[in-house]
């Protein structure tokens, strides 16, 4: 059974940074397509950054140049480093293991719990 438990959310000023980690059990880790999430109040869930096997990358635009995905295939754990926050930041992140290389959640099979994140101005 696959599992994925987010840990490293908290609240932060803006101009702040976080590392958001996702560790992953119960299927073969390094082979598959990861990615993180976040959903705002009142707000739909939308494809934060994504990256496959192989370390390549995609990023939603207002995030690109601020956050960075990463992935430690020894640990079986993902990343999300979060600079320069900023309060529409603020979100529940969640990470997700899928059968593709998108930013579309309905590529993805398994999430996680989520991790709280907010931003104050």
């Known amino acids: 059974q696959v599992q994925l438990v987010e840990s490293g959310g908290g609240s932060v000023q803006s101009g702040g940074s976080l590392r958001l980690s996702c560790a992953a059990s119960g299927y073969t880790y390094s082979r598959s397509y990861m990615a993180w999430f976040r959903q705002a109040s009142g707000k739909e869930r939308e494809g934060v950054a994504t990256?496959?096997?192989?370390?390549?990358?995609s990023y939603k635009d207002s995030v690109k140049g601020r956050f960075t995905i990463s992935r430690d295939n020894a640990k079986n754990t993902l990343y999300l480093q979060m600079n320069s926050l900023k309060p529409e930041d603020t979100a529940t992140y969640y990470c997700a293991a899928g059968i593709w290389w998108s930013l579309r959640q309905d590529r993805y099979t398994d999430w996680g719990q989520g991790t709280q994140v907010t931003v104050s101005s």
């Open positions: 990256i496959d096997s192989n370390g390549r990358t």
